[in-house]
């Protein structure tokens, strides 16, 4: 059995991994990469992926939160996205 932490830290890798890619200018060479890896049967599963892109924004929105001032970053966080999402631009 795979150690929950471990887990959790790999998927955050992988979560890592696709938003590094995803940065770059070829997004298209990204997206190939990011449904390559999703098909890996040697990927945990693609829930475990998931929670690792959420655990990177939940630590990003932490460290801004922090870099802010804010004492309890859940509460700043949780204002930061209500006042943000309405302001996003549609998918591409």
């Known amino acids: 059995m795979t150690?929950?932490?471990?887990?959790?830290?790999?998927?955050?890798?992988?979560?890592?991994?696709?938003?590094?890619?995803?940065?770059?200018?070829?997004?298209?060479?990204a997206a190939t990469h990011i449904t390559d890896v999703l098909q890996d049967r040697e990927l945990p599963?693609?829930?475990?992926?998931?929670?690792?892109?959420?655990?990177?924004n939940m630590f990003l929105a932490f460290e801004l939160a922090k870099?802010?001032?804010?004492?309890d970053y859940v509460a700043w966080t949780g204002e930061y996205l209500r006042a943000l999402s309405p302001r996003l631009p549609d998918a591409d």
């Open 3 to 29: 150690d929950p932490s471990e887990a959790k830290k790999d998927s955050t890798r992988i979560a890592v991994e696709f938003l590094m890619l995803w940065m770059e200018a070829d997004r298209l060479a």
């Open 45 to 56: 599963e693609v829930m475990h992926v998931v929670a690792g892109l959420l655990n990177l």
């Open 67 to 71: 870099a802010s001032g804010a004492e």
